[in-house]
């Protein structure tokens, strides 16, 4: 099965911009993670979907962050504005309803200079 | 109490060795304990997951030991070989919603 894609690999922008980040899960994988991993740590849940709604957002900074998943299948991440402590690689991981071993994308690293 | 910390934070093993990476939680509600592999510039991939009701799970050369009374885990990887050498999480979740709370890593190099 072709797995989690995501785009673009990589994007460099300026603080205060904006960036968006997309991601295209497992066909028939009803949940949908955003992750953030910040250089030489754990990943970070920021968001979870289920099908096209949100199940937990509790991490997402709301202020600048947001997220979509329209139609229960590609999801967008965004930020906007941007600051210097939003580099890191954001992680895109799907699984079926219910699964714990989910998979991942290989990430959009991003650098805010 | 969301926490799972994760040592040795690096390890050098030599090829054929053993390499032992634990792992410790706080929260008894978590029931579900993956392991994830990760290369340079990838997502991290599932190695192999444990839940509470088993001691000990193997996959290959891939060990995970669970002690639910001091709750703490670890992955034993026998035989290391060089393209083991890796960065390599231990996490913890709830059945209920899988939202993983990762360790912060450990990064393995095989000697050849």
């Known amino acids: 099965e072709a797995g989690v894609a995501q785009s673009p690999r990589y994007k460099i922008i300026e603080k205060r911009q904006s960036v968006a980040f997309w991601c295209n899960p497992i066909?028939?994988?009803?949940?949908l993670y955003w992750y953030q991993q910040i250089l030489g740590q754990g990943p970070k849940l920021l968001i979870q979907f289920q099908n096209n709604g949100v199940v937990d957002d509790s991490q997402l900074p709301k202020d600048r962050f947001s997220a979509e998943r329209l139609k229960g299948v590609d999801s967008t991440l965004k930020i906007q504005p941007a600051k210097l402590e939003d580099s890191a690689v954001y992680l895109c991981?799907?699984?079926?309803?219910?699964?714990?071993?989910?998979?991942f994308g290989s990430g959009t690293r991003l650098t805010v200079v | 109490q969301q926490q799972v910390k994760q040592s040795p934070q690096s390890l050098i093993v030599q090829k054929g060795g053993i390499s032992i990476i634990n792992c410790a939680y706080e929260?008894?509600?978590?029931?579900?304990f993956p392991w994830y592999q990760q290369f340079p510039g990838k997502g991290p991939a599932l190695l192999i997951a444990i839940r509470p009701d088993v001691s000990e799970k193997k996959e290959g050369r891939f060990t995970i030991s669970f002690n639910k009374s001091a709750k703490q885990f670890s992955l034993h990887i026998m035989d290391s070989q060089p393209g083991d050498s890796a960065t390599y999480f231990c996490?913890?979740?709830?059945?209920?919603?899988?939202?993983?709370?990762f360790g912060t890593g450990t990064r393995l190099k095989v000697l050849a």
């Open positions: 996490a913890a979740a709830t059945s209920g919603t899988y939202k993983y709370i």
């Open positions: 929260n008894t509600a978590f029931d579900y």
């Open positions: 066909s028939g994988h009803a949940t």
């Open positions: 991981a799907s699984s079926w309803a219910g699964g714990g071993g989910y998979t």
